[in-house]
């Protein structure tokens, strides 16, 4: 069947009155069933059932759109060592020498990490491409935002916003969270409260020194002398986000008019009521009389647009760090590693060709329509062209291996015992259930260190993620090869994490919280004020993206919320590569332990305000894959 049309599912049986004997290989040749040789097909597995009273699976999951002969492995994973010493190694070499030629590397920019060779979505193997009903879906989605959007007259209006009314009616989409984040985006319960629990938690981290270029005073933050900065710290209730990548990045031009992006810090105070409070703003890095320290307790649109400059850089460190980087092109990598060297009978291969699904072509349409020179980021926020690649290249070399990893990058982060903050309380149960997953899994398959050292395959797919992800960079610590078990198991629960639980996290929650443009505008078009008491609504209205940037901006981030009905959630795999009994009850288990975290997160959501769902293992998709 065509892979741009919906399948049909269609089952065989074939009858043979000999004993085949053990099962090895087996051959599968379309041009034998004569009534439709031409058509491509999509073979899920086969079961064969021997005279002897043995049933052999045979995993395929890959399109014959051709007239050759197919050998496919019976579906025991076996690593490259057992499989050369009980069949030889000629049917694997064939396999990864094909795949080779089919993924290739490819440098998009300098700097950053590599990405798969591919003009378009249609130059991919079929395998890996949408399926018929992710590519409606999607494709419907993104035309029904355009669509609403050039009804409305504001897709193409180049003028700025004329009140707040105005702006509302662009709001064309409300989710429940949405809803919310418009009537108390102006609020600071609510600004400190995204630092933990919106989709960017991952600047925040506890202030033991201020910083020499951020020149806070006690007078300042706590003026009646209630507390000071140094008991405070103490304390640990001071909390610090520093926007530093963004200085001296390069902003974009907009409808012909300069963009202004700011490298903010801000200093947050946990109060005795469990609140994370802003007390401190300074909009630039370096301390000057025309660049003023915003506090709570200046006038309303002082304190108000220092604010709106924060969330501004916020969005673009989200998207092109946080978002981009750190799960988009890191989970590309992981792929293209994986098809590059890792073949479908091996455990690796099927315990992580799960979370690759769709990624290659997401990621390619991210490339085409986002980032490029035409691409709605590049067009519309303040970091696209230079400043984009820019924020890129410093990312990458503040990116390390421990902070990739939950656990390591809370404690580093000093954030173990911060209250209220449900994304790492749920994200460090589910690396645990992740890692123990992995664990049992691949501790059936290697019994010990040297097992892990002589998988040639397994050491060819960390060292390309080494090389093409990391970029040969060793004070990344992320590893050039494996030595034990305990390494292995702790580098795929990443990968498994990453792709999974980390990309929902900072993903899932786009239009609930960036839909609302004041909440996080693209870009801002007047710089930030040099003193205070010169703002009001009209500077606010004046300083905010236009119209058609404003709404290309929540097209975006509404196409990239949609979950698709053919969404795969975290620990379901329909497609069953593993064969052996073992295996298959240990992804029964995963299962229970998911389901059994997920009602504990929906009984504490039930007491919550505002309820955290990103992390809801049935909310979580397998890969990234939007």
Not at 540 to 558: E, I, K, R
Request: net charge neutral; hydrophobic share 40%.
């Amino acid at each position: 069947m065509p892979h741009s049309v919906p399948p049909t599912s269609c089952v065989f049986t074939v009858s043979c009155s000999v004993s085949i004997g053990k099962l090895v290989l087996l051959e599968l040749d379309k041009q034998l069933f004569s009534f439709f040789p031409e058509e491509d097909w999509f073979p899920a597995k086969v079961e064969i059932k021997s005279l002897e009273e043995v049933t052999y699976t045979v995993p395929i999951y890959c399109w014959i759109t051709d007239s050759e002969v197919h050998r496919f492995r019976e579906g025991t994973a076996l690593r490259v060592f057992e499989d050369n010493h009980r069949h030889g190694s000629n049917s694997r070499e064939k396999e990864l020498k094909r795949r080779k030629e089919e993924y290739r590397w490819d440098v998009y920019k300098e700097g950053i990490p590599h990405c798969i060779k591919a003009r378009d979505p249609c130059s991919l193997p079929p395998e890996v491409r949408f399926s018929f009903t992710k590519t409606v879906q999607f494709t419907f989605t993104a035309l029904e935002g355009k669509i609403e959007l050039m009804l409305e007259g504001l897709a193409n209006c180049k003028k700025k916003w004329k009140d707040m009314h105005h702006l509302n009616r662009a709001f064309w989409h409300k989710t429940h969270m949405a809803d919310y984040v418009q009537k108390h985006w102006k609020e600071d319960v609510f600004f400190g409260y995204q630092y933990l629990n919106g989709i960017n938690p991952m600047l925040i981290r506890r202030c033991m020194a201020l910083p020499s270029n951020f020149p806070v005073t006690d007078d300042m933050v706590f003026p009646r002398g209630q507390s000071s900065l140094e008991e405070e710290m103490k304390k640990g209730n001071i909390f610090l986000v520093d926007y530093k990548l963004l200085d001296g990045v390069k902003p974009s031009v907009i409808n012909g008019k300069k963009q202004y992006l700011m490298a903010p810090l801000v200093l947050l105070h946990k109060t005795p009521q469990d609140q994370l409070m802003p007390i401190a703003i300074q909009l630039k890095q370096t301390p000057a009389d025309d660049n003023p320290i915003f506090f709570p307790t200046d006038s309303e649109y002082d304190w108000l647009i220092a604010k709106i400059f924060v969330r501004s850089a916020d969005f673009n460190v989200h998207e092109l760090n946080v978002h981009l980087l750190r799960t988009h092109l890191l989970a590309e990598v992981f792929t293209v590693s994986l098809l590059r060297n890792v073949p479908m009978v091996h455990p690796l291969y099927k315990l992580l060709i799960p979370h690759t699904r769709y990624t290659l072509q997401i990621n390619i349409l991210a490339r085409l329509l986002l980032i490029s020179k035409t691409g709605v980021f590049t067009k519309f926020s303040a970091s696209g062209g230079e400043g984009m690649i820019t924020i890129l290249k410093r990312s990458m070399a503040s990116m390390t291996y421990s902070s990739l990893c939950i656990p390591e990058d809370i404690a580093e982060r000093g954030l173990k015992d911060l209250p209220n903050f449900n994304y790492r309380d749920d994200g460090l149960r589910l690396w645990d259930i992740i890692n123990r997953f992995v664990q049992e899994v691949l501790g059936y398959y290697y019994k010990n260190d040297a097992e892990v050292k002589q998988d040639s395959e397994l050491q060819k797919w960390i060292s390309d993620i080494f090389v093409h992800g990391f970029l040969s960079k060793k004070n990344t610590g992320i590893p050039q090869s494996f030595t034990s078990v305990t390494e292995l198991v702790k580098f795929v629960t990443m990968v498994i994490f990453t792709c999974s639980a980390q990309h929902a996290a900072v993903n899932s929650g786009q239009y609930d919280f960036d839909g609302w443009m004041p909440n996080a505008p693209t870009s801002l078009q007047r710089p930030p004020p040099t003193k205070k008491g010169t703002t009001n609504e009209a500077t606010m209205l004046d300083t905010f993206p236009d119209v058609n940037a404003t709404v290309h901006g929540m097209a975006v981030v509404w196409l990239l919320s949609k979950q698709s009905t053919d969404f795969a959630p975290l620990g379901h795999y329909p497609k069953n590569h593993f064969t052996e009994e073992t295996p298959c009850k240990l992804i029964k288990k995963f299962q229970e332990r998911l389901e059994e975290f997920e009602a504990s997160v929906k009984a504490r959501n039930g007491i919550l305000e505002v309820p955290y769902t990103y992390l809801i293992p049935s909310e979580v998709e397998n890969s990234v894959a939007l």
